[in-house]
């Protein structure tokens, strides 16, 4: 099969489609996928997502062995490049650190299935997991890339380039800005998980690390935090824009 040979093909479950996989309806509405010819395969629709329509798809009894089908949201590729992120998930897999990509249609991928389960703040607090966590970030941020750059700011002023004055949706509108957010400061904690991260990063013990170095990057985090919100931000303002999934 070819890198884009089910979407050209055209063909999703039974169902012919003449420029491969489209954005299905919303959750809860619409047909589902079919098995059409193969009546062992399973179609499960996950709904968690906001910016793809998800469907995990397998054999019979074999539901860990399940591949993910993803087909991309309403006009995402005005602020997604889905080429660099079909890469950067092929580099991330050759290190170890993320599922095998399979193929890519017209407008969707399929990869491979990786069983897990969600984390909750409460997790991400046990010390088994801030410390799993830590190491496997600190893997995932070794991975060289050739030409590899930050795209942070980048993207922040393509996102602002997109956003317009006003939703066109007047519920959307009315709704906007309602909630308000709490950030709570734990620099204590911040300062614990990333010596156990920069312990991990440089191949050393955490009494290794140096105090000046977690109090540097406690300032860079504390600066960046504040990016990362603006970010996510805007990119959830982007998502209510053109998003046809309700969120």
């Not at 089908?69 to 050759?94: C, P, S, W």
């Not at 599922?99 to 017209?106: E, I």
């Not at 389960?117 to 409460?122: A, D, E, K, R, S």
């Not at 931000?233 to 969120?247: K, N, R, V, Y």
Request: charge should be positive.
């Amino acid at each position: 099969m070819g890198k884009r040979g089910w979407g050209d093909a055209g063909q999703w479950g039974g169902r012919p489609h003449a420029a491969g996989l489209r954005e299905g309806p919303k959750r809860g509405t619409g047909p589902r996928p079919s098995a059409g010819k193969h009546p062992n395969l399973t179609f499960k629709t996950y709904t968690a997502g906001v910016t793809n329509i998800l469907v995990g798809v397998w054999c019979g009894e074999e539901r860990e062995q399940q591949v993910l089908v993803r087909v991309y949201g309403n006009n995402t590729h005005l602020f997604i490049d889905r080429q660099q992120e079909i890469d950067t998930m092929k580099a991330v897999h050759a290190a170890g650190c993320g599922p095998q990509v399979f193929v890519a249609f017209t407008n969707g991928l399929c990869y491979a299935f990786t069983p897990g389960v969600p984390l909750t703040i409460q997790d991400v607090t046990r010390e088994p997991v801030w410390r799993a966590n830590a190491r496997q970030m600190a893997s995932f941020h070794k991975i060289q890339r050739r030409a590899a750059k930050a795209l942070l700011f980048t993207k922040l002023r393509q996102f602002l380039a997109l956003l317009p004055p006003a939703f066109t949706d007047p519920k959307k509108q009315r709704r906007d800005g309602r909630d308000g957010l709490q950030f709570v400061s734990q620099r204590e904690a911040q300062g614990v998980w990333l010596r156990s991260y920069l312990a991990q990063y440089r191949g050393v013990s955490e009494d290794e690390v140096e105090e000046g170095v977690v109090e540097l990057w406690l300032a860079w985090v504390t600066k960046f935090t504040l990016a990362s919100h603006l970010f996510w931000g805007m990119w959830g303002f982007l998502q209510a824009c053109h998003s046809s999934i309700d969120f």
